[in-house]
C-alpha cells in the first residue's frame, strides 16, 4: 500500500485506513510508539507499563467510588 502525506496544519500528517486500525486496535486514544531504524517509520501502539495500569485502574475506582471511599474514612 502507498500513501501520500497531507499536510495539517504546519505539520504534515499521514491517515491510516479502518481496517489496519481495527486489526492494531489502535484508537484515538491509543498511544503510539514512532521509532526509526534509519531508512523505514515504525508505528505501533505503545506498550503501557503495569504502573500506568495501575494508576489509570486507581484513578477509574477514584471516580467511580469516591462517595463510597468518603463515607469508608469517616
Known sequence: ????????GNSLALVIDRP???LLKIDPDT??????DGVQL???PAKVSRRQKFEDAQ???HSRY?????RLAE
Not at 31 to 36: G, H
Not at 66 to 70: K, M, N, P
Open 1 to 8: 500500500m502507498t500513501k501520500k502525506l497531507t499536510k495539517h
Open 20 to 22: 489496519i486500525l481495527d
Open 31 to 36: 498511544p503510539l510508539d514512532i521509532s526509526t
Open 42 to 44: 515504525i508505528v505501533k
Open 59 to 61: 484513578a477509574q475506582a
Open 66 to 70: 469516591a462517595g463510597a471511599f468518603r
